[in-house]
């Protein structure tokens, strides 16, 4: 949240100092959930409300104090962004213009965080997810509900989380030395993060999974 326009979270909304809106605590961050690209009705958060897809996601952000919007109707913009701490990105199906890719570069390198999901459609998330070294494989080697099998919960991330149950998720190839893996299945990448200018990068290969925090 910057409104004196200065490029800098302002003070008052960063309690901790490390340049992000803080969450969790008034006031809360703004986290955008883009529907513009025909998102699949997983990542609908007003249709779909599992208790594995975004629609549950919404309600427990709201239930720890977060704010959260869906942008259904608008292309991604620096005007747009700007209002925003995380933008969500989960399966989109429709392509995204060269306007939009430098837009959401942009936003992370001057401090945003982005999180990619998807799993079977890989192409036009690709447009998004190659800009920071990741190539979505959109085929799948987990059938069923299944537990990733290698799991780092050392990180700042993945803290707290003690397994990651996956759903028919697919995979990515990493070609970027800087992002760091964070879970595996038989051998190919599933979980990573990115810090990448002053933002960060999440990137999940399926929209829908479980999370279990150690007891």
Same mark, same amino acid.
């Given at each position: 949240?910057?409104?004196?326009?200065?490029? !800098?979270?302002?003070?008052?909304? #960063? &309690?901790? %100092? #490390?340049?992000?809106?803080?969450?969790?605590?008034? /006031?809360?961050?703004? @986290?955008?959930?883009? !529907?513009?690209?025909?998102?699949?009705?997983?990542?609908? /958060?007003?249709?779909?409300?599992?208790?594995?897809?975004?629609?549950?996601? *919404?309600?427990?952000?709201?239930?720890?104090?977060?704010?959260?919007?869906?942008?259904?109707?608008?292309? @991604?913009?620096?005007?747009?962004?700007?209002?925003?701490?995380?933008?969500? @990105?989960?399966? /989109? &199906?429709?392509?995204?213009?060269?306007?939009?890719?430098?837009?959401? +570069?942009?936003?992370?390198?001057? %401090? %945003? %965080?982005?999180?990619? *999901?998807?799993?079977?459609?890989?192409?036009?998330?690709?447009?998004?997810?190659?800009?920071?070294?990741?190539?979505?494989?959109?085929?799948?080697? !987990?059938?069923?509900? =299944?537990? @990733? #099998?290698?799991?780092?919960?050392?990180? *700042? =991330?993945?803290?707290?989380?003690?397994? +990651?149950?996956?759903?028919?998720?697919?995979?990515?190839?990493?070609?970027?030395?800087? =992002?760091? +893996? !964070?879970?595996?299945?038989?051998?190919?990448?599933?979980?990573?993060?990115?810090?990448?200018?002053?933002?960060?990068? +999440?990137?999940?290969?399926?929209?829908?999974?479980?999370?279990?925090?150690?007891?």
């Amino acid at each position: 949240i910057d409104n004196d326009g200065d490029g !800098l979270i302002d003070e008052d909304f #960063d &309690l901790d %100092g #490390d340049g992000f809106t803080t969450c969790g605590v008034e /006031p809360s961050c703004g @986290i955008l959930m883009d !529907l513009f690209h025909e998102e699949d009705t997983w990542s609908d /958060p007003y249709d779909y409300t599992s208790d594995h897809a975004w629609g549950f996601a *919404a309600d427990l952000l709201e239930d720890n104090g977060w704010s959260w919007s869906a942008n259904e109707t608008t292309a @991604i913009s620096d005007t747009l962004l700007s209002a925003h701490d995380v933008l969500v @990105i989960a399966e /989109p &199906l429709t392509s995204f213009s060269s306007d939009e890719i430098a837009a959401i +570069v942009d936003y992370v390198d001057g %401090g %945003g %965080g982005l999180l990619l *999901a998807t799993d079977f459609n890989d192409t036009y998330m690709d447009q998004v997810a190659s800009q920071f070294g990741v190539d979505f494989q959109g085929y799948s080697n !987990l059938l069923g509900w =299944v537990a @990733i #099998d290698d799991w780092d919960d050392t990180h *700042a =991330v993945s803290d707290g989380i003690d397994s +990651v149950f996956w759903a028919y998720g697919s995979s990515f190839d990493v070609s970027n030395t800087d =992002v760091e +893996v !964070l879970g595996t299945y038989a051998g190919d990448d599933v979980y990573a993060v990115l810090e990448y200018g002053a933002g960060r990068v +999440v990137f999940s290969a399926e929209d829908a999974e479980a999370w279990y925090a150690a007891a």
